[in-house]
């Protein structure tokens, strides 16, 4: 059956790469997917029989149902690696996906604040202990652009106040430090000193940022506060939980930053995924320019 390969490389990618719980359930998602059409559909049993052309062909399903490039490419970056290990693990002799060219992605730029929102948003004056949580965590996110799966699992033994920076631990279990300003710093804090307590309630929890009933909270809690803290400021833009990192790094660039070292604080393995933002930056200054240029 085809399945036992597939779970022997689950036990690999878990045990020996490290990778995420949300990483590997994207793998499972597509091989889920992949070998009910190689049982179902071209009533495939053995990893040795499976060719180039029928990867192709599911690929093909794929784009038959209108999914978009970027899902695409997803999903062929997940069989190359699944194919790779397969010959490594000696299961099969060759390597379907040998070959097979990715398909583009269609360049999308991804969405932002003006400096102005950012501003707007985080100005949560209230008292109440919720209050505080969300005014740090947002500090926080737009300071150092961390993604909301390292935010939400920072621990308080992450923090170092003193010294002016976090430590986090990315994708495929990278370890990375990201400097902290003298806001969020503030902003930290107040939490830790006028908010987690009460929301901890006597509890013991190594969790930073903590729901209401003291307990971590969840990606869904998160995209909740920000969705309700936005509507609260009357933003109009349409945000989502990666809006403050994405507008931390474009900020930054467009201050003077040196793209590696934007690249350094996002935790990106490719510079070229940096680059993104220099075409975000660009693009807001052609806007600058044909809405202020008498001429434009």
Known sequence: MLNHAVDDFFHYLQIERGLSDNTISSYRRDLKRYTHYLESELHKTDWNSITRSDL???????????????TIARSLSTFRSFHQFLVREQIVIEDSSIHIETPKKDRKLPSILSS??????????GRKPLEIRNKAMLELL???????????????????LTMGFVQC?????????????DVAKDAIEDYLQNSRNIVLRKKKEDILFLNQHGRPLSRQGFWKIIK???????????????TLRHSFATHLLENGADLRAVQEMLGHADISTTQIYTHVSKS???????????RA
């Open 142 to 160: 737009y300071a150092t652009g961390l993604r909301v799966t390292e935010l939400i699992t920072l621990k308080v033994s992450d923090l170092h």
């Open 56 to 70: 192709l062909g599911f690929l093909y399903v794929l784009k038959d149902e209108h999914k978009s490039s970027a």
């Open 116 to 125: 102005n929102d950012v501003e707007n948003l985080l100005t949560i004056n």
């Open 228 to 242: 309700a803290v936005a509507m609260d400021r009357q933003i109009q833009k349409n945000i989502t939980p990666h």
């Open 284 to 294: 807001r200054l052609k806007d600058v320019y044909n809405n202020f240029h008498p």
């Open 169 to 181: 631990l990315g994708k495929g279990s990278k370890e990375r430090i990201v400097p902290l300003g």
